[in-house]
Nanobody, 124 residues
């Protein structure tokens, strides 16, 4: 079983930036796609960005295109999410997840493991 630990969340003003990290431990996820999701209060969990097993392919939610960059360091078993030009509507708990495939999946049902999340709050 792989364990995922997110970090890097916090409070930031609108227009600011944050870099989230997700470290995997236990069973390796190096051959799996990984992704970031987020969930705001009262809302369903939604896809943010995903990356393939080797980092060669990335996908983004329309709301994050041009504002986010996902990357991974396989040697460190860690993925990152750089978010810029943050908006109040980006406020949510951000979760990383491991895909059951070699590429990232956009659906929550595509994931086999989840982290516990890190809070991102963007003030206006």
């Amino acid at each position: 079983q792989v364990q995922l630990t997110e970090s890097g969340g916090g409070l930031v003003q609108a227009g600011g930036s944050l870099r989230l990290s997700c470290a995997a431990s236990g069973r390796t996820a190096t051959n799996n796609g990984m992704a970031w999701f987020r969930q705001a209060p009262g809302m369903t969990r939604e896809f943010v960005a995903g990356i393939s097993w080797n980092g060669g392919s990335t996908i983004y939610a329309d709301s994050m295109k041009g504002r986010a960059a996902i990357s991974r360091d396989r040697a460190k078993s860690t993925i990152y999410l750089q978010m810029n030009s943050l908006r109040p509507e980006d406020t949510a708990v951000y979760y990383c997840a491991v895909s059951r495939f070699a590429v990232a999946g956009r659906r929550t049902a595509d994931q086999t493991a989840w982290g516990q999340g890190t809070q991102v709050t963007v003030s206006s």
